[in-house]
């Protein structure tokens, strides 16, 4: 149970935190899908209400450095729980550095099963430096480690990335991986490239929000179905040939053969990495390849393989059941203490971002506390600039409904579309998607009112705040050779806003800005609204109050 907080009664209607997903502070509004829109209840806020920024990348969310951009994942981990972990990024990238992933029986394992069977080892993966999922030095060192350790075969299934790294770059990352494969390769062991295709095209589905693009992936990776080509670069060539406009995390999958067989299907006895180390995204190929009664779509045949993950990606799902290195054991969240404290809890979102306000904010878990409730609005499955609103409105509903109901203490909810809109590069849906937001929180506030409660409005890191390449010599917009601005498509380093919106206290609540005020501070703060003392676990409450 939190101690009651001896200075502060509390609020006594509901305390609402919404997440504008992908919303940051930029620090010019050349590129600003956020500064073109017209966001009149924003502006309001911002220029009423007591309203700081927070850091949300880096080291502030748990990254290896202050160059990482911020994530959901890591964003809302840090708001769940209060605190900054070091995050999968960091722990797979000091697990190599040490060796200490080698030693681990999970890798040993892989080793082993792929030495009793067939000899080889696939690695399935996104395939970038982004370090959001993965990075593709984490893939390098394991495949000379194989090496080293005389497996003799390697297959690399390779996600085409282009939403966390610029969105065509995936030749930048294939044609030096080809070579050095090739120059691995040699006397006992042969290492290639087998399949492929964009990471929103096949695979990475998160939340079962479309099964289709995991089946495609299992038939691209697994059966060796699909379009064949010589090499990787070849059939990127290909497809971009046949599809211009379309960028890397689009590109539909392919299959690397030779004499019209596929080089590396997926067969009994071999061993299987997803490299990935965060969960969301790996978690549907993962129950595809260890579930017995799985029936999401149909395996066609399921061959007997030593599988592991790069972390474990779901804590009580105890999903996979092989993992290399330990995930963050992220304890005492915010979600755990408020449910020991007797607080209901409230969490929606669309399908698109429904576990960043459930499993990631409360700490990698999928399963409920007591007294929490959930409601999911299913997403579109549709490109997402040609409908920038998406199910802002439904959340908006939702959140309106739950808080008229008076069943909920803190409601939670996240708002998809500056970051799903903000990464399609398309800058004229996402200042629509920023609208969109705009729009459902002037329907949202007058409800808190109604209720006597206070909200929170912040974000969880950066992406429309910057939809252009930023030229790095002159900090202007990059081009292309055509003159057009180079639209980006991933997250930012940019901070994010903390709104106060409080039209009960009379004035007398306020936010203190703190330069290393984070995510992490939002714990502490939401329990100081609630009229308890923070979990001595957590960051420090941003909140003021003048005593009456
Ligand atoms: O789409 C995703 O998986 C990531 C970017 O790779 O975005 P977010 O962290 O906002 O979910
Ligand atoms: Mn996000
Ligand atoms: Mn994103």
Known sequence: ????????????????????????IARTDVGSAIAAARKPTLDRLLASCPNITLRAHGTAVGMPSDDDMGNSEVGHNAIGAGQVYSQGAALVADAIAVGSIWQGAAWQQIVAGAKAGRGVIHFLGLFSDGNVHSHIDHLRAMILRAKDEAVPSVRVHILLDGRDVPETSALDYVLPFEAFLAEVSGAGFDARIASGGGRMSITMDRYEANWNMVERGWQTHVLGQGEQYASAS???EALRARSPATIDQDLPSFVIASAGQPVGTIEDGDSVVFFNFRGDRAIEITRAFEEANFDKFDRVRVPRVTYAGMLQYDGDLKLPKRFLVDPPAILDTMGEWFAKSGITQFACSETQKFGHVTYFWNGNRSNKFAGETYEEVPSDVVPFEQRPWMKAAEIADAMIAALRSGQYRTLRCNFANGDMVGHTGHFRAATMAIEAVDLQLARILPVIDAMGGVALITADHGNADEMYEIDKKSGQ????????FKS???????PVPLILYDQVSGGRLGLKQTASAGLSNIAATIANLLGFEKHDKWDESLLTVKQA
């Open 1 to 24: 149970m939190l101690q009651k907080s001896a200075s502060f009664p509390g609020i006594q209607g509901p305390v609402v935190t919404i997440i504008m997903d992908g919303y940051g």
């Open 234 to 236: 070849q059939a990127i």
């Open 477 to 484: 917009p990059a081009r292309n050779a055509d003159g057009s």
């Open 488 to 494: 980006k498509t991933s997250h930012t380093l940019n």
